[in-house]
């Protein structure tokens, strides 16, 4: 757990120091680099909790990984309502309330894990994880790629709000 943790906060690091980059490829231009180091910082929060939802399903504590599930379902829902349906918040209102919504799910459910597992790093275990790992972040960075490449010609060859309405119905 801790060695996930802090690769997640490696990568949200040096992710979130590229914002202005990832902004300017994708979108055209760096106004909006916010939205993505928010992403990035929900990426890192969400990776630490999915972690945590696989911890559950190895000890077989299904009301464990359901009550997480729909705290995350719940509170999304909500905190969404509130950030772009009352408060008003348009598209920034889904990155903050996708923020929030890790932030109020995944902290609890760290500390809950950290007591249980405890806090401890093993260098002989973290280099076999690291060896194991290391040829299919190449493979996932070029999936991820492949499947979200169209909405990139879509933008470039058309609108942002094209795009967006495509991603939707996706």
């Known amino acids: 757990y801790a060695v996930v943790t802090a690769m997640a906060v490696v990568s949200v690091v040096a992710l979130s120091s590229s914002s202005e980059l990832f902004a300017a490829l ?3 231009s760096a106004e909006h680099a916010n939205l993505f180091t928010i992403s990035f ?3 890192g929060l969400g990776i630490i909790t999915d972690v945590a939802q696989v911890y559950f399903r190895l000890l077989h504590q299904s009301a464990h990984y359901i009550a997480v599930s729909l705290a995350n379902l719940i509170i999304g829902v909500l905190l969404n309502i509130l950030f772009i349906a009352y408060l008003e918040y348009g598209v920034i209102g889904i990155f903050y309330a996708s923020l929030l919504n890790r932030l109020l799910v ?3 459910v760290t500390v809950y894990v950290l007591r249980k597992v405890g806090l401890r790093f093993q260098w002989p275990l973290a280099k076999e ?3 194991f790992s290391a040829p299919l972040i190449p493979a996932s960075l070029a999936s991820t790629a ?3 490449s169209d909405r990139y010609f879509i933008n470039y060859f ?3 709000a094209d795009t967006g309405i495509y991603g939707l119905g996706r």
């Open 26 to 28: 994708i979108l055209g």
């Open 41 to 43: 910082l929900s990426l």
């Open 106 to 108: 995944g902290v609890p």
């Open 129 to 131: 994880m690291a060896a």
């Open 146 to 148: 492949v499947a979200y």
């Open 158 to 160: 058309m609108t942002l």
